[in-house]
């Protein structure tokens, strides 16, 4: 019985350890856990994602390729830049007028109030034209110690709704190091 129960608790214990090993690093469930040393952050992104890029900065990218013919992405990118800005706000407005004068049809959206991490953000969502194309872009942007981070998502007009959620998962879980 002493045997019997030794391998009953062995296995329970297995079965638990396997359990937890689809969880990585204490990641919320459906997301996968990446840490980005240079720029200082965690990020936590939902599957289907893949890491393209963990350097100096951090890219996202969700095929939504409809054929094997063209390739085609969705992309998150997480970025790190020195400014002398105060807020996100200034940020922004500086930004805004550079985008209206390189950006095709660039058209602000919504601009609304998020957290990056614990730190109030800016949330704005924007569409442009690039290629012919219409494109939505949504940035947060959190700006401190004369530092902006700035995690930008990136979509065609036919695949925004479908992966907006993503980025919102994303700022949802940002972590800075």
Not at 32 to 54: A, F, Q
Request: proline letters at 2%; glycine letters at 6%; one cysteine or more.
């Amino acid at each position: 019985m002493k045997k019997f129960t030794a391998a009953l608790l062995c296995a329970l214990l297995l079965f638990t350890l396997c359990s937890c090993a689809g969880n990585d690093d204490n990641a919320p469930d459906g997301t996968t856990k990446v840490v980005n040393e240079p720029i200082g952050c965690t990020v936590y992104y939902p599957e289907g994602w893949k890491v393209d890029r963990n350097d100096g900065m951090l890219t996202l990218l969700y095929d939504t390729s409809a054929s094997s013919m063209v390739s085609t992405y969705a992309s998150i990118s997480v970025n790190l830049y020195s400014t002398d800005c105060k807020d996100y706000t200034a940020y922004w407005e500086a930004s805004a007028d550079r985008f209206a004068t390189e950006l095709k049809d660039f058209k602000l959206i919504e601009n609304t109030e998020t957290k990056l991490g614990k730190v109030t953000a800016g949330c704005y969502h924007y569409t442009a034209t690039v290629d012919g194309s219409t494109y939505h872009f949504v940035q947060a942007i959190a700006v401190g110690s004369y530092e902006a981070y700035i995690v930008t998502f990136t979509a065609s007009e036919d695949d925004y709704e479908d992966r907006r959620g993503d980025f919102d998962t994303i700022i949802g879980y940002f972590e800075f190091n």
